[in-house]
């Protein structure tokens, strides 16, 4: 009878465990302040599947304050070389880090590797860098 116990107790472990070892669909790339180009912060996003439908967040932290309302000006150039430019705000960036939704639901036009570059205006010294996450959302359009 113990010997059952213990398969089964062995067998919910393993089957509530293998779902955290599954690999997360998120995408992050974080870039230092002193990595940006000129101030902007650059990065390639693999969008290949044009059926799906994007998530995507911003993620930062700062020195000593927290800042408010970020000016962030944003440009998505796509594989064919087309841009479209933006701008968005993050309301806060605290020391301990902060995240915010930028976009949702985001289906690319195009199939292919897209760039995606961020200026944040009015941040200077005080930003240690600029995150992206990226999700594909579950199931299709």
Avoid: H
């Amino acid at each position: 009878m113990r010997r059952a116990w213990c398969l089964l107790l062995t067998a919910l472990v393993c089957t509530l465990a293998l779902p955290s070892c599954a690999e997360s669909d998120a995408v992050e790339e974080f870039v230092r302040r002193d990595e940006a180009r000129a101030g902007v912060y650059v990065y390639s996003l693999p969008l290949a599947d044009t059926t799906a439908a994007y998530d995507f967040w911003f993620y930062s932290r700062s020195v000593e304050r927290p800042l408010q309302s970020v000016r962030m000006n944003v440009q998505w150039l796509a594989p064919s070389g087309e841009a479209f430019s933006e701008t968005v705000y993050m309301r806060r960036i605290d020391p301990t880090g902060s995240k915010e939704l930028y976009r949702s639901g985001v289906v690319p036009a195009q199939a292919g590797d897209w760039q995606l570059s961020v200026r944040p205006v009015g941040a200077g010294e005080e930003l240690l860098g600029l995150g992206i996450i990226y999700k594909k959302q579950d199931g299709t359009r």
